[in-house]
């Protein structure tokens, strides 16, 4: 026997024992729906996209339910550039006019939609795009920050245009989704009461969604390995008490704070986990779902 025939055999029988291994975990989330928040160098990343998409295929396949919610910063900022429209941030949100709330619409329900659509059916799925507006699924409210003067110390009601955040999140349609073969793939944009587009934040969009959904899991794909500890050390697994200690003894800062809010609030209306993930990593989804260890941060209720 050659050394490339033994090698060969040793190679197949790591993915037999992988694929024995992943079998508690098939058990486990069978049934189960799991949104998925898909942004960042997860999404910017040609190779990356196609493993995501044929990831989020295998879920399907081994009888479980994605729910896809996606992000678009990047690619709506290349647009507004290349329209010549203006914009600007506050805290992290960009305040969106007219004619930019138009581009949002048309960069996160039109081309990127469609391009993760493409790809989840190219690796062999059935995807179909939606954005919140379709079904009312989300109902949405105008977004109001306030933000305190340094100098003053007096607070200043933010007006941040059309972004919003969830009012009502109304499942049916994804429910009717669901019972199918069908993985549904969202864009963050909201509705009014009175037909107004929103922008929302896709952070918040999928804990909305998750928490309506009852999801067994919430996993945010980020560009971190996941939550630190004061040691630098990465912390795989945190009740939510523990994470709202972090955020209040500054442990978590900065943009991370946000994404864990979105998680407990999660948590607190009933999903199960959810999961910080470093998207970064190739399969970053599969090794949280069928291993031990995971591939981020997970933060349960107490």
């Known amino acids: 026997m050659t050394d490339t025939a033994t090698k060969s055999k040793e190679d197949w029988l790591a993915q037999a024992k992988t694929l024995s291994e992943a079998l508690p975990y098939m058990k486990r989330y069978s049934g189960a729906t799991i949104v ?38 990047p690619q709506i900022a290349s647009m507004l550039e290349r329209l010549k429209i203006q914009s600007s941030f506050v805290d992290g949100l960009r305040v969106t006019d007219e004619a930019t709330v138009e581009v949002v619409e048309m960069v996160l329900a039109g081309a990127i939609n469609k391009q993760i659509v493409s790809a989840i059916n190219e690796a062999g799925g059935f995807a179909a795009g939606l954005s919140g507006k379709d079904g009312h699924l989300i109902m949405a409210e105008k977004l ?42 969202i864009a963050p944009i ?23 959904l009852k999801a067994k899991r919430l996993l945010m794909l980020t560009d971190v390995e996941g939550v630190r500890d004061k040691d630098d050390k990465l912390v795989p697994e945190m009740t939510a008490e523990k994470a709202r200690d972090f955020i209040e003894d500054g442990t978590i800062h900065g943009g991370m ?27 970053a989804v599969l090794l949280e779902i069928f291993t031990e260890h995971g591939a981020g941060t997970l933060i349960k209720g107490a």
């Open 257 to 283: 704070i946000p994404k864990i809010q979105t998680c407990l609030s999660a948590v607190d209306a009933g999903v199960e986990g959810a999961v910080i993930i470093d998207g970064r990593v190739p399969h």
């Open 36 to 73: 998925v928040k898909y942004g960042g160098h997860a999404m910017g990343s040609a190779e990356l996209a196609k493993l995501f998409a044929r990831d989020i295929v295998l879920l399907k396949q081994v009888g479980m339910n994605p729910v896809v919610v996606h992000g678009g910063g």
């Open 144 to 185: 109001h920050r306030k933000k305190k003067d340094p100098e003053s110390n007096i607070e200043q009601l933010l007006d941040l245009g059309f972004v919003g955040e969830p009012k009502k999140v109304n499942p049916h349609v994804l429910d009717t989704f669901l019972q199918t073969d069908v993985i549904p793939v």
């Open 190 to 212: 909201g509705m009014g009461d009175k037909g107004e587009t929103y922008n929302i934040n896709a952070d918040t969009a999928a804990g909305a969604i998750a928490a309506a």
